[in-house]
């Protein structure tokens, strides 16, 4: 996704699952696929950093466990666009399960703590590149 090839990793397991985003902060899916094009609606023609770390997993029970992941992400958005760059500081949530032997996502939810938008008309704005 932030290297910009035009692609988006579908191999990661999602099944049944919500993704952040839309009115009410989650948009349901079914499949990798479904979340794979989702994220490119999403996304459009921002560049994106993400870095995603210090994973918490706990297992819930045999076939089900739960994960917080420390995020902190920037997106810079084009020309035209109301803001420049939006910086966010938050967690991934996520739930998942053993399905057939193999571990997929059930839930992801974005938990922001802090976001900093910059203005698209902010004069000598450093981070315009």
Not at 88 to 111: F, N
Request: with cysteine; net charge positive.
């Amino acid at each position: 996704m932030d290297r910009s090839r035009g692609t988006v990793r579908s191999g990661r397991p999602y099944r049944d699952c919500r993704r952040p985003g839309g009115a009410d902060d989650a948009q349901r899916f079914s499949n990798s696929k479904e979340f794979v094009s989702g994220l490119k609606d999403l996304m459009g023609p921002l560049r994106t950093v993400h870095q995603v770390h210090a994973p918490e997993i706990t297992v819930l029970t045999e076939d089900s466990a739960s994960g917080i992941w420390a995020v902190a992400d920037r997106l810079s958005f084009p020309p035209g666009a109301p803001l420049s760059v939006l910086q966010g500081y938050g967690h991934y949530q996520e739930k998942y399960a053993r399905v057939g032997g193999r571990w997929v996502i059930t839930d992801l939810r974005l938990t922001r703590l802090l976001l900093e938008p910059t203005p698209q008309d902010r004069p000598g704005d450093p981070t315009r590149q």
